[in-house]
């Protein structure tokens, strides 16, 4: 396992009205993130929230590539993101202790935060397909080039771990500076993570580890 400092390139907000912020996607172009009762689209650019969506927000977030899917107490919707409309909704594997929100290999991933777990979750009927088993309490969860990322944070301690998809051991541990915490985690699908920094209701931009030669 190698254990490294987190390299925090970048803060966004906070953002008036934003108490919160929750589960983090990218879609491509915008940031979004769930700040309890909606989801706004930050533009990594200029660090300006470009719009809005009132719909409920309440932990991870994920985007397919067409849609937005997002934890909404006890359950995930699935929402356009043009309108806002709520198009299906299954329930959250955790009935509530859900918390990070990823989409890959046309599933959905989804954090269950005190349990330390990962479900592997049907999109269209929230059938848990398997479930991986971290040590450590799951926040964020993200997908990049095949590596397993999720966000952990107890207490003062949080950061990004990176584990085995087949037996949750841990490969990989990024350290936050203590007192940031990482609430929501996603891939730019390049070298940077977008973090969730939880009460602060800030979004912060952290630098991916270089992957290491097999």
């Known amino acids: 396992m190698t254990r490294a400092a987190a390299e925090v390139t970048r803060e966004y907000g906070p953002f008036p009205g934003v108490d919160r912020v929750n589960g983090v996607t990218f879609d491509g172009k915008q940031i979004w993130f769930a700040a309890g009762d909606k989801l706004s689209a930050l533009d990594p650019a200029s660090g300006k929230v470009l719009r809005s969506l009132d719909v409920a927000a309440h932990a991870g977030t994920a985007f397919d590539g067409q849609h937005l899917f997002q934890i909404a107490e006890n359950r995930i919707q699935k929402i356009d993101p043009n309108t806002g409309r709520v198009?299906?909704?299954?329930?959250?594997?955790?009935?509530g202790g859900d918390s990070g929100l990823a989409w890959a290999e046309g599933?959905?991933?989804?954090?269950?935060?005190r349990e330390r777990k990962i479900h592997q979750v049907d999109p269209q009927t929230g059938t848990i397909v398997r479930t991986i088993q971290s040590n450590r309490f799951v926040t964020g969860v993200s997908w990049i080039d095949g590596e397993l990322w999720h966000g952990n944070w107890e207490g003062d301690e949080s950061g990004l771990t990176r584990i085995d998809p087949a037996t949750g051991k841990v490969l990989d541990t990024v350290d936050m500076p203590t007192g940031l915490g990482v609430s929501g985690l996603e891939s730019d699908g390049g070298d940077q993570f977008f973090c969730g920094g939880g009460s602060s209701g800030k979004v912060r931009a952290v630098r991916r580890p270089k992957r290491r030669s097999r």
């Open 87 to 95: 198009l299906a909704t299954i329930p959250a594997p955790g009935g």
């Open 107 to 113: 599933s959905l991933w989804v954090g269950q935060y």
